[in-house]
Structures are given as C-alpha cells and as structure tokens.
C-alpha cells in the first residue's frame, strides 16, 4: 500500500522529534561513592540500602 500523501520535512521531523537520547540518572553510592544506577545494588560494594547489602565476590588472579 502506498500512502495518499507524502509527508513533508516538517512533519517527518516533528514525528521523531521524540526520538533522542536522554542521559542515564546516575546517582553515588552513599557508603563508596561509586557511581552506579539509582534503585539498583551497587556493583562496587553491593550497597542498596540500609537494610539491604549483597556480598560482592572479587576477581582473584
């Protein structure tokens, strides 16, 4: 099927005027201060929150 008009510059562009690329949220880690995603562990220490700490296993070579 073929469309009945074909759209303009202007229009083409006001559509995928949506499209961009938003920074990530990136929020410290409060007990390391390493960067990391908010509402996730972080991968450094394995911090969440006060109730809440993972065991991180470190690389051994």
């Keep these: 099927m ?3 008009r074909r759209s303009s510059k202007s229009m ?3 559509r ?7 920074p ?3 929020a410290a880690c409060l007990k390391c201060g390493q960067a990391k995603l908010p509402h ?3 991968s ?3 911090y969440h929150n006060s ?3 993972l065991k ?3 690389e051994e070579s």
């Design 2 to 4: 073929v469309p009945a």
């Design 12 to 14: 083409k562009r006001k």
């Design 16 to 22: 995928r005027s949506h499209h961009a690329l938003r």
């Design 24 to 26: 990530m949220n990136i």
């Design 40 to 42: 996730r562990a972080c």
């Design 44 to 46: 450094n220490c394995g």
């Design 51 to 53: 109730k809440v700490s």
């Design 56 to 58: 991180i296993e470190t």
